[in-house]
């Protein structure tokens, strides 16, 4: 399921993810950026769910907008969503496209491939496709002052944000509970920016999640603790080295 949060402003799109690829027993199985982007114009298409397929529907978005245009190819996305309607657990994805409308400047479309009717849904300044349906307020994260600049202010909450839907257990998903509630935003977060001068992308954070292990935002790491000061491949290494010798 993972994380991924987007803010439409006047002058940028932000989006927010989590790297964690997982298996249908919720292990974790890989951490890696879950965004999409355009060497050539301000795009980048986020995706959650089914990797492979999200993989496969943003490189089409980011290659027909490279072609079309943003509008052109949101119109012509539009037309062909039902070959991408899908209810099943292991291959449903969602899918942010963001990029610089003709017509509107900064814009974000949020695609479910599991919603009946299917479309390009825009829904305001901010969207969560993520592990919970609590606002800003529930989490405890403050509001945008007047005035406040926008990446700053983004940039501040960008992690404690994902921090809450890390720590959110999710019972199941549509048709289907989970032997145990699962916690499935981990590996790392990281901050995209789409403005008319195009795409950044930056890991803001790392999480000490192991592969081959559920995520688990309570248990404190061995590792952190025994090796401080490293970072996460030295502190897997130091680890391995010391698992030899006991």
């Known amino acids: 399921m993972s994380a991924v949060v987007s803010i439409e402003t006047p002058t940028a799109v932000f989006i927010i993810t989590d790297g964690a690829i997982y298996d249908a027993d919720n292990i974790l199985l890989d951490v890696r950026r879950k965004v999409t982007v355009s060497e050539r114009v301000p795009a980048a298409v986020a995706t959650r769910g089914n990797q492979g397929v999200g993989d496969y529907f943003a490189a089409k978005i980011i290659d027909a907008i ?3 245009g943003f509008d052109a190819a949101m119109i012509a996305l539009a ?3 039902p070959q991408f309607a899908d209810k099943d657990r292991m291959t449903k994805f969602e899918a942010t496209i963001a990029g610089i409308s003709e017509e509107y400047g900064p814009r974000r479309l949020v695609f479910r491939s599991d919603v009946d009717p299917l479309a390009l849904e825009h829904d ?3 969207s969560s496709c993520a592990t919970s349906d609590a606002g800003l307020v529930e989490m405890g994260i403050r509001g945008r002052a007047p005035l406040e600049p926008w990446k700053g202010y983004i940039r501040e909450i960008a992690i404690p944000i994902m921090q809450f839907y890390r720590e959110a257990a999710v019972p199941g998903v549509k048709g289907e509970t989970f032997a145990q509630p699962a916690h499935l935003v981990g590996g790392q977060v990281d901050f995209t920016i789409i403005t008319r001068q195009g795409v950044t992308v930056e890991t803001i954070h790392r999480w000490d999640d192991k592969l081959g292990e559920r995520i688990a935002p309570f248990v404190k790491r061995q590792t952190v603790k025994a090796f401080p000061g490293l970072n ?9 080295a010391l ?3 006991a």
Request: net charge positive.
């Open 66 to 68: 490279e072609r079309m």
């Open 79 to 81: 037309d062909v969503l």
């Open 124 to 126: 305001g300044v901010g």
């Open 232 to 240: 996460r491949q030295q502190r897997r290494a130091a680890e391995r």
């Open 243 to 245: 698992s030899k010798t």
